[in-house]
């Protein structure tokens, strides 16, 4: 049996499947620090299910840790940033563009570096072990145990980054190195923050797993710990030490798969409505569409794989301020909506008491919100219906009729058709779709590269390659051989660069294998 839990900012969820079969579900309030509520809601499900701690084989987790610590500016380690381009590139350095807020939290010590390549693979000037010394001598100087290294081109050609890393590591063996070709695409300056951002995450990333740890060890639960990915798939602990950066996301990515499986839709958009926000996104053969261009991280420009997903500000524990039309969040009471909320005794005047009053839901106790005005009640109905149907048509690629999944705690907010005719799906366990998205995770890789086709390698030769290299990924991460297939292949030709270039992006999933061991698996640790 697995064990599915999502850390939200209102609920931590958990859920336990056996097969496709949901046992027993739990829906606890998020504590502070968030850790207590993953003990109690195992506990809960345990408890109230009667499984065996010995029965759960494995334990998936969604988490925000890392975006809020992102988003707030806490807990970032100083890190040290390597780009291999000169005697390119100078003008632009590292972090350009970023808030201050974040630069004074992670304080970056800037290196700039001769090498990187060409489009094509050719050397723009040769790696200098020289210039690294140096950048070793600095960094055990300033007691800087975290460092990104990016060149020009690493998804064409990671031999510089490679070698780079080989030198700093050889100075520095505990030092933490994050390397862009592994986590960002095409785009250096876009591809180099986001692999900033993972490097400052590098050491929160430690905590939080040995914490996530230590909470299955004190609820005695002994089976493999594995966290959600933004793409809808899992990562090991060991990989989740190396990758903070892939659990953006994880939570909205969560519930669309959640949605999928419970509305036997591979195809359909999904609304997830939580206690703090709302997240509208698009399935397509069973998994998020993914974001083509730059993604916005906390004010800082980045391109690594992120699902496309309108979000705002409302959810269960929104508050109301009366007006024409009423006006609904963005603030929130957030994990504090069973104490604070009208029908649970508070007072404040939340979105939840609103579905209450006009009966949309049966939460707490009716009623402490039978005295509201019947305006009020039906103009924020109305209101937080219009807001998820206009989201719904943003994300429409075609005027053909695109089906409607509602999902998440928050889900009562909204009536059973939207305006403009949409009717919604509720499926059952909709309320907690996100812990169950993360039950069912599989195993991925990913290739996002460019190819220069030339007389030695044809594309028919580039595309197969691109496969095998996907295909391996997700067999080195845990994935079960027999069950690997290609759920997502992208070719677009580049025309402002010379020569014949092809950018190529491929994925592959498959499940996880059941003997996998977290601890063996994965890729070699830096």
């Given amino acids: 049996m697995r064990v599915g839990i999502d850390v939200g900012g209102t609920h931590t969820d958990a859920v336990l499947m056996n097969a496709d079969a949901v046992v027993a579900t739990v829906k606890t309030p998020t504590t502070g620090d968030v850790t207590t509520g993953v003990v109690t809601a195992l506990r809960r499900l345990l408890a109230s299910s009667g499984a065996r701690h010995d029965e759960v084989g494995a334990v998936m987790i969604g988490t925000t840790h890392f975006t809020n610590a992102l988003v707030t500016g806490r807990g970032l380690a100083r890190t040290a940033v390597v780009r291999l381009a000169l005697p390119a590139t100078a003008a632009l350095p590292p972090t350009v563009g970023w808030p201050g807020r974040l630069v004074e939290a992670i304080r970056p010590s800037v290196h700039l570096c001769h090498g990187g390549v060409e489009f094509d693979g050719r050397e723009i000037s040769p790696l200098r072990p020289a210039e690294l010394e140096r950048v070793a001598e600095h960094l055990h100087d300033e007691d800087i145990t975290t460092v990104a290294i990016s060149s020009v081109f690493s998804p064409v050609s990671h031999d510089f980054e490679e070698r780079a890393a080989a030198l700093l590591l050889e100075r520095l063996p505990r030092l933490h190195v994050s390397m862009s070709h592994e ?56 990989y989740t030490r190396r990758y903070p950066v892939r659990t953006f996301a994880s939570g909205p990515t969560n519930s669309m798969r959640g949605a999928a499986f419970l509305a036997g839709r591979a195809d359909c958009a999904v609304v997830d409505i939580g206690g ?36 705002i500000g409302l959810g269960g524990g929104s508050r109301v301020v009366p007006g024409a039309p009423p006006r609904i969040g963005p603030d929130s009471v957030g994990y504090e909506l069973t104490s604070r909320a009208l029908v649970f005794g508070g007072e404040v005047l939340t979105a939840t008491d609103l579905a209450v009053a006009g009966g949309l839901a049966d939460i707490g106790d009716r009623g402490l919100v039978r005295g509201l005005d019947t305006h009020l009640v039906r103009d924020g109905i109305a209101e937080m219906a219009t807001r998820v149907a206009d989201r719904v048509d943003q994300m429409r690629t075609s005027p053909a009729p695109l089906p409607v999944v509602v999902v998440g705690g928050g889900g009562v907010l909204v009536p059973d058709v939207l305006p403009g005719g949409a009717r919604i799906h509720r499926p059952e366990h909709h309320a907690v779709a996100n ?7 599989q195993i991925g890789g990913e290739v996002d590269r460019l190819y220069a086709l030339t007389g030695e390698r044809t594309r028919e030769e580039v595309l197969e390659e691109a496969r095998q290299e996907a295909v391996e990924r997700s067999l080195a991460a845990g994935a079960t051989a027999g069950s690997v ?18 950018r190529v992006r491929v994925r592959a999933v498959g499940d996880l294998h059941p003997a996998h061991d977290p601890a063996a698996g994965g890729p070699r640790g830096r």
């Fill in 183 to 238: 986590i960002g695409r095409i785009g250096l300056l876009e591809r180099e923050n986001a692999t900033i951002v993972n490097a400052c995450l590098r050491e929160l990333a430690e905590e939080i797993v040995d914490a996530f740890t230590a909470a299955l060890r004190a609820v005695g639960v002994d089976a493999p710990l594995y966290l959600s990915q933004n793409d809808g798939t899992l990562m090991d602990a060991r």
């Fill in 276 to 311: 703090t926000t709302t997240d509208v996104g698009v399935l397509t053969g069973g998994y998020p569409r993914q974001a083509t261009g730059e993604v916005d991280i906390g004010g800082v420009r980045t391109n690594f794989r992120m699902p496309d997903i309108l979000s």
């Fill in 435 to 441: 812990a169950i998205g993360a039950a069912i995770g």
């Fill in 485 to 502: 297939e290609i759920v997502e292949m992208e070719e677009v030709h580049v025309p402002y660069l010379p020569g014949n270039a092809v």
